[in-house]
């Protein structure tokens, strides 16, 4: 089989957004410099969202952070404290297959 398929997942991507290309790439860097994460992709979106009572319009740069479940909690805290939003966006989402070889990448990367 090609693809992977995990009843209990052992993988997550986390997602955060930032003000800005440099401090998206800083961040990245950071991430997997310090192996929380395999991969830490960007690309650059427009939000709309509420804060504090009113709709805000901005343009973000969209972190996609591949790492382990074991790694989950600390890349969370690692992004708290090396972010500059007051409350940033940090969405873990489950994977639950992929290709076998690009998960064992993962692992491999994040120090299994």
Known sequence: MIITM????????????TDSMGKAVKLAEKIVKS????????????SIYR????VEKANEYLLISKTRVSLADRLVSFIR?????EVP???????????KEYLSWIDKETGK
């Open 6 to 17: 995990f009843r209990k997942t052992n993988f997550v991507i986390v997602s955060t957004t």
């Open 89 to 99: 966006e940090i969405v873990i989402t489950p994977v639950t297959g992929g290709l």
């Open 81 to 85: 404290k090396n972010h500059s939003y």
């Open 51 to 54: 804060w504090k009572g009113k």
């Open 35 to 46: 192996r929380l994460a395999a991969c830490v992709q960007s690309a650059p979106i427009r």
